[in-house]
């Protein structure tokens, strides 16, 4: 698991800034809580006093700092963030325990696909008639793979994930606990004649690309018909749910707590953040950015910034805000000035009836 400093510049493309002794790093840890034989990274300028007093034996820095701690070694990267998650997945990986092999309380029917000496199926988990596995998936412990759904090659599942029938996961798909994939969408119709809502059934499927991360707790449901879609490389956090026949792009990210609305297409590199809601039936293009707690009721061009309920341009909706919040003095200086109206109003009148009295 150790790492020497070549193996460090090989994995992050970085220079050596000073001299130094040839040392073995053993971990990664933030600037204040390195130890010597952990590599830290400067990435936020907010935390540069903790850079100059750090006691890491390794920092990631960016070019031409003004001012550099003694007693560590420096290695220049263009983005510290990007070259340490290099380092963080050497260590993960080399602590990655996965020993392929199916459970003994593990139930996986005789008609599903997969390698046993490929694949590793958790305590509790259930794969159902006709499934497919592809090699290096890590089901977890209480996973539910339904009929005919199938997945790619190294996804890892986390414990008490559903996967229900006939969804479709590509390669390297990670899946954290509790999410469910391709539960009914929200489909209900009123019969006038009856007084009650009737179910719609929902017959379409999840199909979701490769390279694609979604967070604990997450519900993604299955189309009404058809698929709801989720690009490659988009990367979606807890608790976010995303309604039927819903089509998210490439490498867009949906941040915790937002929910969108069925039959909305939503394009790529957008980044949706946290509690935002977004409503069915409306196009969101590419690259737009949506900031927390928008709402968003019609459709909106890419490339630019939108907040506020409904979205605004972000410029617009500060402005907005902005006078929002000196409503209340404003309030007060209107009433003032209508006790003023009234009074002048009052003189006036008093004025007015003292001249026709004489």
């Given amino acids: 698991m150790n790492l020497s400093l070549t193996e460090v510049l ?24 390195a130890t010597p034989s952990e590599i830290a990274f400067l990435g936020n300028e907010k935390y540069f006093k903790d850079f100059l007093a750090t006691k890491a034996g390794v920092v990631l820095v960016p070019p031409s700092l003004p001012e ?30 996965f020993e392929p092999g199916i459970a003994s309380t593990a139930v996986v029917d005789p008609t599903a696909k997969l390698d046993p000496t490929k694949v590793r199926i958790g305590h509790g988990a259930v794969i159902e008639a006709g499934a497919e596995i592809g090699d290096g998936c890590d089901i977890g412990p209480g996973c539910v793979i339904g009929k005919s759904t199938v997945l790619g090659k190294d ?18 798909v990670v899946i954290q606990p509790g999410a469910v994939i391709g539960s009914d969408g929200f489909g209900f119709l009123l019969n006038n004649e009856t007084g009650r809502y009737e179910t719609v059934d929902q017959v379409g499927i999840v199909e979701i690309g490769d390279c694609v991360d979604i967070g604990a707790n997450t519900t993604i449901d299955r189309a009404r018909f058809g698929r709801t879609v ?47 809601g977004i409503a069915g039936h409306i196009n969101i293009g590419d690259k737009a950015v949506l900031a927390a707690r928008t709402g968003v009721m019609s459709g ?45 109003k009052a003189l006036i009148d008093q004025a007015l009836a003292e001249q026709a009295g004489n």
Wanted: hydrophobic content about 45%; aromatic content about 6%.
């Fill in 10 to 33: 090989a994995l992050t493309g970085g220079k050596i800034l000073n001299s130094a002794p040839e040392i073995t790093i053993s971990g990664v840890a933030t600037l204040a809580e």
């Fill in 68 to 97: 550099y701690p003694e007693g560590v070694v420096f290695i220049e990267v263009e983005n510290p963030s990007l070259a340490f998650n290099a380092i963080v997945g050497h260590f993960m990986k080399a602590a990655n325990d």
């Fill in 155 to 172: 996804c890892k599942l986390y414990a008490r994930v559903v996967v229900r029938e006939r969804c479709i996961l590509g390669n390297k």
């Fill in 230 to 276: 989720i690009g490659e490389g988009s990367k979606i956090d807890n608790l976010v749910q995303i309604g039927h026949n819903v089509t998210i792009g490439k490498h867009t990210v949906i941040v915790s707590q937002s929910g969108v609305a069925g039959s909305t297409h939503i394009g790529n590199y957008v980044t949706v953040a946290a509690q935002v």
């Fill in 300 to 344: 909106l061009e890419g490339g630019q910034v939108y907040w506020g309920a409904p979205a605004s341009p972000y410029k617009e909706a500060a402005k907005q805000y902005a006078a929002i919040r000196k409503l209340p003095e404003a309030m007060k200086e209107m009433m003032a000035l209508k006790k003023q109206a009234a009074e002048i």
